[in-house]
């Protein structure tokens, strides 16, 4: 059956292909967007937002914008969101304010006007460090670290050992690391505690690190593939926190599309959280290398910071066998395909490197330790 969907923040990079994937399995889409600067420069209208997409310009804390973009809608999929870990940790109230705040706008909003299904988009990063085994095998949930340069990056054992990372189930109980963390959590837990006190159906995605051609390559705060290819395409060395063995999964924004078309039709996905991933992790070393040889920069070689970005966990790679089996999700995009196709786009972008600021921003404050 065919839906009128809202997207909010449906002018972002993984908005404009939940969008598209939508429009191809023949919903109507509506998009509510700020289309801040830091994301979209100096534009007033989306860039690359297919034009059958209708288009409402707006905060989603304006009032009078969300009930224009939420008249004759039958879901939402919640995509408006600050979105760097770093950044959140010192623009903590423009954080908590979209993220949050903007939420409950929206709910305030649903309250009245009820629709079918909301689904959010939360995060690994709700987890904090993902799940951990010892040597001796015995699963550690609420593995921390206390990150310097003198000391192993890894969270160690009681006897000083590392501990080993293991994929990461939904029932890991959190550890909100980040101010984007807990707005996120905020985000996740508004939604599956009203939705269904309103008689609507709530869905929470938690996604790993989302990458593809369009990401803003000019926003020093997006995610690592997109600052590494801006820094390559501009010919400078990336800079890698730590020692650049922290493992994450790296997921094609196509894949992540798909899980959002799932989640919003598939009859069991209501009331559920689902990790969403490709399913093979990477440190962050073996993709700044991937990439610049994809880039044909391999000449380039990365710079190793030996300092931490506060905030950050060292490894979270995930279990997505419940989103495989509730909802048959299967990720399709293979890495060094995916890495090619960007690669490709990359190379006809001009990108603003701001990297270096952004960075200095963070030292001063403290939060690259
Ligand atoms: C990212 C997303 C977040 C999402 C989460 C899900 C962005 C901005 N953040 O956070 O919205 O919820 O994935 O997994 O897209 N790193 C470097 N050098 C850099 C930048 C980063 O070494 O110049 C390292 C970081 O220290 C970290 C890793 O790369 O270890 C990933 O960082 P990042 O891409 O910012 O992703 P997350 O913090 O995981």
């Known amino acids: 059956m065919s839906d009128t969907v809202l997207i909010t923040g449906g002018a972002g990079f993984i908005g404009r292909y939940v969008a598209g994937a939508l429009l191809k399995r023949g919903h109507r889409v509506r998009v509510l967007d700020s289309l801040i600067e830091q994301v979209h420069g100096e534009r007033t209208t989306p860039d690359a937002l297919d034009p059958a997409v209708d288009f409402v310009p707006g905060d989603i804390r304006d009032e009078a914008a969300l009930k224009r973009a939420l008249s004759g809608v039958d879901k939402v999929v919640h995509l408006a969101a600050e979105v760097g870990v770093g950044q959140s940790m010192y623009a903590v109230d423009r954080y908590v304010s979209v993220n949050d ?5 929206l709910f305030q909003q649903l309250i009245d006007r009820p629709v ?7 995060s690994m990063s709700i987890y904090g460090e993902g799940l951990y085994r010892t040597v001796d095998g015995d699963l550690i949930q609420d593995a921390v670290r ?6 192993p990056w890894d ?16 029932w890991k109980q959190p550890a909100l690391a980040s101010v984007y963390a807990i707005t996120k959590y905020v985000q996740e837990r508004l939604t599956l505690t009203l939705a269904p006190t309103y008689g609507m159906e709530g869905v929470a995605l938690r996604l790993w690190n989302v990458y593809g051609p369009g990401q803003a390559l000019s926003n020093p705060y997006t995610g690592v593939l997109a600052i590494f290819a801006a820094r390559l395409l501009n010919g400078n060395a990336p800079v890698i926190f730590e020692d650049g063995e922290q493992r994450r999964d790296f997921v094609h924004v196509e894949d992540i599309a ?4 799932l989640a919003l039709e598939h009859p069991k996905a209501p009331g ?12 962050v070393s073996q993709v700044a290398e991937l990439l610049a040889a994809a880039m044909g920069r391999p000449d380039i070689r990365p710079e190793i910071a030996g300092k ?4 950050d966990v060292r490894h979270n790679i995930p279990d997505i066998t419940k989103a495989r089996e509730v909802l048959g999700f299967a990720p399709k995009m293979d890495f060094s395909q995916g890495l090619a196709e960007l690669a490709e786009w990359v190379a006809q972008q001009q990108a603003v490197d701001r990297v270096a600021q952004a960075r200095s921003e963070l030292e001063m404050r403290g939060l690259v330790a």
């Open 146 to 151: 206390t990150p310097r340069p003198s000391a």
């Open 272 to 283: 559920e959280v689902f990790n969403i991933a490709s399913g093979a992790d990477r440190t």
């Open 258 to 261: 798909q899980a959002f078309v």
């Open 101 to 105: 705040y903007g939420t409950a706008m």
């Open 116 to 122: 079918k299904r909301v689904v959010v988009a939360s």
């Open 155 to 170: 969270p160690l054992d009681a006897q000083g050992r590392p501990l080993i990372p293991v994929p990461t189930p939904e």
């Open 308 to 311: 931490v970005r506060i905030g």
